[in-house]
């Protein structure tokens, strides 16, 4: 509260410019943030920003979240305090505007997730303050919340714990000035830590709260306009209030309080603090028994968090807390499907995937989108400066904010990027398939087997042109058994043949006779995308042997595929052995195998070595239908969008082509394969999970790509991709040619390790 003061208090000591200082006092005081930017903004473009405006603006950001443009700020607000030295860094004889700047870049840090950098910055912070020995304490207490809170959200609990500890322990006074903000900021951290007793004690030792709001009202003059300046702390405070109440066994008093912040219009207006009312409050119902009633109130939050902008939208800082979205889903799931609502949980499904790939493009480069043509790219950006602006989130009186109208405009803007390029748009907002719109998309004779984790569940949804089939499996210790099990097939080790058997009675057995005999495409989940599938094993053949098998990372991603062309193989962009630098990641082999499928295609073009850069592909990967790259690859499912290809490095390019830079590219081909890459199993992550070359790789236009779950002997792979583009170059459907190829590989190595390796995702034709 004490940054907002020093906001007002800066405002108000502007005499020459007295107009404008009210309109930010105004704006400022009734939680009006987005539009307090739009005023310094257009300022900022009219000339720069005096010292006192340029901190308004970095305080506007952070409070719309808006944290590319605040950081920025941040940084030239700590160039310009530097250049003017100590008495540039006082604002009005107030408080340094150090710590607060720093406050606003370790809690905007924790937004973010970057949770070591925030722990960083806030312990920077409090050095600094003890040091300048002002006394500060509303600046300590939250600079220690967000220390503790980024502690704790990193795994390290017992600094949280220790740095929760010595809020409590910094306690005087109850009724000092300073006693709301350390309640607050103690329960902040006892939440993120899982004390809930902790939190419960905290906000009971706040004995100024009511206090606090009446003087606030009658100085902000609310008590006349209406605004509740104080929602912002109400609002966050009640949450962890209810929610400790309910986690401590108080559950009906917990249930009243959270039907009465859910009945005020405020807290719909409040995205993310809805969600979580609504997610918690079918938690009840679930726990009393009444799945229908918890079913409705999981939809009603999955519907708030849609409509929320496709960018970071947390409270992490105000609650100590960070919504699983992944889990509102898969508790949904299961709902549904005890209650025999199969449909529904298919598209709950798809919807989770569909948010999870949304989130971590708005979180980790979804400026580097691309559009299919100019007027896309220009619906893209202005539906990105939509959402920046949507006050969705915003925690204040909506009344007064504008919040429909933004919201209105948002939807406006989603709906023309949707019309003009529905690929692009599926990647900044939710859009998934219907099971019936699913359905047009399977091939003749192809059943669907769908998967998703949540906790220890494991679902299975198979889909047919005429059934559809649902199984809830065990999927505790699923990716241990999956590593184990791929650790056993590279060793070639004899046990592999029981645990390929153990792992297709738990997978596959359960959809029974309604995939005998047909053709299987697999949304894997979760550890599954690391999970050799040909390599399973019925007890008398493997899977390859019964079925011809396709893969995508979600069936909804089928709208968006490029359609396969009838195209002659007659040229091919080929990549093989690039010169990294470093004699133990050559592929000598890859030359051989380059040349080889080369003698396939007469017009194809190689390259290989210094000439296999990354700046080769870039300017010439648009130009071939076949593109065949045999390199080097990391794979990060901990960091998808860093998973990267390894090309030659030139003055152009670093010879890293991340998955960043493949979704900006622009391609027109029927295949993409990668060769010599290794996708290795790191952690798993939820929903959309190892998004991968894959999802890039179709999303940049092309209808196949063909990888490798390891790396393969060189002459094997040689081996296979020969006979598999023999195959191709007869007019075979790519999936068909890829097992026939298998199949082949298969009689002179018999070991899984050498043909399982290879998996096909797209359409398979």
Same mark, same amino acid.
């Given at each position: 509260?004490?940054?907002?003061?020093?906001?007002?208090t800066?405002?108000?000591?502007?005499?020459?410019?007295?107009?404008?200082?009210?309109?930010?006092?105004?704006?400022?005081?009734?939680?009006?943030?987005?539009?307090?930017?739009?005023?310094?903004?257009?300022?900022?473009?009219?000339?720069?920003?005096?010292?006192?405006?340029?901190?308004? $603006?970095?305080?506007?950001?952070?409070?719309?979240?808006?944290?590319?443009?605040?950081?920025?700020?941040?940084?030239?607000?700590?160039?310009?305090?530097?250049?003017? &030295?100590?008495?540039?860094?006082?604002?009005?004889?107030?408080d340094?505007?150090? +710590?607060?700047? &720093?406050?606003?870049?370790?809690?905007?840090?924790?937004?973010?997730?970057?949770?070591?950098?925030?722990?960083?910055q806030?312990?920077?912070?409090?050095?600094?303050?003890?040091?300048?020995?002002?006394?500060?304490?509303?600046?300590?207490?939250?600079?220690?919340?967000?220390?503790?809170?980024?502690?704790?959200?990193?795994?390290?609990?017992d600094?949280?714990?220790?740095?929760?500890?010595?809020?409590?322990?910094?306690? &005087?006074?109850?009724?000092?000035? =300073?006693?709301?903000?350390?309640?607050?900021?103690?329960?902040?951290?006892?939440?993120?830590?899982?004390?809930?007793?902790?939190?419960?004690?905290? $906000?009971?030792?706040?004995?100024?709260?009511?206090?606090?709001?009446?003087?606030?009202?009658?100085?902000s003059?609310? =008590?006349?306009?209406?605004?509740?300046?104080?929602?912002?702390?109400?609002? +966050?405070?009640a949450?962890?209030?209810?929610?400790?109440?309910?986690?401590?066994?108080?559950?009906?008093?917990?249930?009243?309080?959270?039907?009465?912040?859910?009945?005020?219009?405020?807290?719909?207006?409040?995205?993310?603090?809805?969600?979580?009312?609504?997610?918690?409050?079918?938690?009840?119902?679930?726990?009393?028994?009444?799945?229908?009633?918890?079913?409705?109130? !999981?939809?009603?939050?999955?519907?708030?968090?849609?409509?929320?902008?496709?960018?970071?939208?947390?409270?992490?800082?105000?609650?100590?807390?960070?919504?699983d979205?992944?889990?509102?889903?898969?508790?949904?799931?299961?709902?549904?499907?005890?209650?025999?609502?199969?449909?529904?949980?298919?598209?709950?499904?798809?919807r989770?995937?569909?948010?999870?790939?949304?989130?971590?493009?708005?979180?980790?480069?979804?400026?580097?989108?691309?559009?299919?043509?100019?007027?896309?790219?220009?619906?893209?950006?202005?539906?990105q400066?939509?959402?920046?602006?949507?006050?969705?989130?915003?925690?204040?009186?909506?009344?007064?904010?504008?919040?429909?109208?933004?919201?209105?405009?948002?939807?406006?803007?989603?709906?023309?990027?949707?019309?003009?390029?529905?690929?692009?748009?599926?990647?900044?907002?939710?859009?998934?398939?219907?099971?019936?719109?699913?359905r047009?998309?399977?091939?003749?004779?192809?059943?669907?087997?769908?998967?998703?984790?949540?906790?220890?569940?494991?679902?299975?949804?198979?889909? #047919?042109?005429?059934?559809?089939?649902?199984?809830?499996?065990?999927?505790?210790?699923?990716?241990?058994?999956?590593?184990?099990?791929?650790?056993?097939?590279?060793?070639?080790?004899?046990?592999?043949?029981?645990?390929?058997?153990?792992?297709?009675?738990?997978?596959?057995?359960?959809?029974?006779?309604?995939?005998?005999?047909r053709?299987?495409?697999?949304?894997?989940?979760?550890?599954?995308?690391?999970?050799?599938?040909?390599?399973?094993?019925?007890?008398?053949?493997? @899977?390859?042997?019964?079925?011809?098998?396709?893969?995508? +990372?979600s069936?909804?991603?089928?709208?968006?595929?490029?359609?396969?062309?009838?195209?002659?193989?007659?040229?091919? $962009?080929?990549?093989?052995?690039?010169?990294?630098?470093?004699?133990?990641?050559? $592929?000598p082999?890859?030359?051989?195998?380059?040349?080889?499928?080369?003698?396939?295609?007469?017009?194809?073009?190689?390259?290989?070595?210094?000439?296999?850069?990354?700046?080769?592909?870039?300017?010439?990967?648009?130009?071939?239908?076949?593109l065949?790259?045999?390199a080097?690859?990391?794979?990060?499912?901990?960091?998808?969008?860093? #998973?990267?290809?390894?090309?030659?490095?030139?003055?152009?390019?670093?010879?890293?082509?991340?998955?960043?830079?493949?979704?900006? @590219?622009?391609?027109?081909?029927?295949?993409?394969?990668?060769?010599?890459?290794?996708?290795?199993?790191?952690?798993?992550?939820?929903?959309?999970?190892?998004?991968?070359?894959?999802?890039?790789?179709?999303?940049?236009?092309?209808?196949?790509?063909?990888? #490798?779950?390891?790396?393969?002997?060189?002459?094997a792979?040689?081996?296979?991709?020969?006979?598999?583009?023999?195959?191709?170059?007869?007019?075979?459907?790519?999936?068909?040619?890829?097992?026939?190829?298998?199949?082949?590989?298969?009689?002179? !190595?018999?070991? +899984?390790?050498?043909?399982?390796?290879?998996?096909?995702?797209?359409?398979?034709?």
């Open positions: 509260m004490k940054r907002l003061l020093l906001l007002l800066i405002a108000c000591c502007m005499p020459a410019r007295a107009d404008f200082g009210s309109q930010q006092v105004a704006l400022a005081s009734s939680g009006r943030f987005d539009q307090l930017e739009q005023m310094l903004e257009q300022q900022a473009e009219r000339g720069p920003l005096d010292t006192r405006d340029r901190h308004a $603006l970095c305080y506007a950001y952070s409070k719309t979240k808006r944290y590319t443009q605040l950081m920025a700020c941040l940084d030239q607000l700590a160039a310009r305090l530097k250049e003017g &030295g100590e008495r540039s860094t006082r604002l009005f004889g107030l340094d505007a150090t +710590p607060a700047l &720093g406050l606003m870049r370790a809690e905007a840090l924790v937004e973010l997730g970057q949770y070591a950098a925030a722990a960083a806030a312990r920077s912070n409090l050095e600094w303050l003890e040091k300048d020995g002002g006394g500060d304490l509303d600046m300590i207490y939250n600079s220690m919340a967000a220390l503790s809170i980024a502690h704790t959200m990193a795994g390290e609990r600094k949280g714990a220790e740095v929760a500890n010595r809020i409590a322990r910094s306690g &005087g006074n109850i009724f000092s000035s =300073y006693s709301s903000s350390r309640a607050l900021a103690l329960a902040r951290a006892r939440m993120a830590l899982g004390d809930y007793k902790g939190v419960l004690e905290a $906000l009971d030792s706040d004995k100024l709260f009511a206090v606090n709001i009446a003087l606030d009202r009658i100085f003059g609310s =008590y006349l306009t209406g605004v509740n300046n104080w929602l912002w702390v109400e609002l +966050p405070r949450f962890m209030m209810n929610k400790a109440l309910m986690e401590t066994g108080r559950v009906e008093q917990a249930r009243s309080g959270f039907d009465r912040l859910l009945a005020m219009p405020q807290v719909r207006e409040n995205g993310e603090i809805s969600w979580l009312l609504q997610f918690e409050r079918g938690r009840i119902a679930e726990q009393e028994g009444d799945r229908a009633a918890a079913l409705a109130l !999981y939809r009603a939050a999955i519907d708030t968090v849609e409509a929320q902008r496709a960018s970071i939208n947390t409270e992490a800082n105000k609650i100590g807390f960070v919504g979205k992944q889990a509102l889903y898969g508790r949904a799931i299961n709902t549904a499907l005890s209650l025999q609502k199969d449909e529904l949980a298919y598209e709950l499904i798809e989770s995937k569909s948010r999870a790939l949304v989130d971590l493009l708005a979180a980790r480069g979804g400026a580097q989108l691309r559009g299919q043509h100019a007027e896309s790219a220009r619906l893209l950006a202005s539906y400066q939509a959402a920046e602006r949507s006050v969705a989130q915003l925690p204040v009186d909506m009344a007064h904010a504008g919040g429909d109208s933004a919201r209105k405009a948002l939807k406006l803007q989603e709906q023309q990027l949707r019309s003009a390029d529905p690929a692009l748009a599926s990647l900044v907002s939710v859009d998934a398939l219907t099971l019936a719109q699913v047009r998309h399977l091939h003749p004779d192809e059943v669907l087997l769908e998967y998703y984790q949540s906790g220890d569940k494991l679902v299975l949804v198979g889909v #047919s042109s005429a059934q559809v089939m649902t199984a809830q499996l065990e999927g505790a210790r699923l990716e241990p058994e999956v590593r184990a099990f791929r650790s056993l097939i590279e060793q070639q080790k004899p046990e592999a043949l029981a645990a390929a058997q153990q792992l297709y009675k738990r997978l596959l057995a359960p959809a029974g006779s309604m995939i005998a005999g053709k299987l495409l697999i949304v894997p989940h979760g550890a599954l995308h690391y999970l050799p599938f040909a390599a399973l094993h019925d007890g008398q053949d493997y @899977l390859l042997a019964r079925h011809e098998l396709r893969f995508l +990372p069936a909804s991603v089928q709208q968006f595929l490029r359609p396969a062309r009838a195209a002659a193989m007659d040229s091919m $962009l080929i990549f093989g052995n690039p010169d990294l630098g470093d004699a133990r990641l050559d $592929l082999g890859t030359e051989h195998e380059a040349r080889e499928i080369a003698k396939l295609a007469p017009q194809s073009r190689i390259l290989t070595r210094r000439a296999a850069s990354e700046t080769a592909f870039k300017e010439a990967a648009g130009q071939y239908g076949y065949h790259m045999a080097h690859g990391e794979f990060h499912g901990d960091s998808p969008l860093q #998973s990267r290809l390894l090309f030659a490095p030139d003055r152009q390019n670093d010879g890293s082509l991340t998955l960043s830079e493949i979704y900006a @590219l622009r391609l027109n081909a029927d295949l993409v394969t990668l060769s010599a890459c290794e996708t290795g199993l790191t952690k798993a992550q939820n929903g959309d999970d190892v998004i991968g070359m894959t999802r890039g790789f179709l999303y940049a236009g092309s209808s196949n790509i063909i990888a #490798s779950l390891w790396e393969v002997d060189d002459n792979t040689a081996a296979l991709m020969t006979h598999f583009y023999r195959n191709v170059k007869a007019g075979q459907p790519k999936g068909k040619a890829l097992r026939a190829a298998q199949e082949s590989l298969r009689a002179s !190595y018999p070991a +899984p390790r050498f043909w399982a390796a290879f998996y096909l995702t797209g359409q398979g034709i």
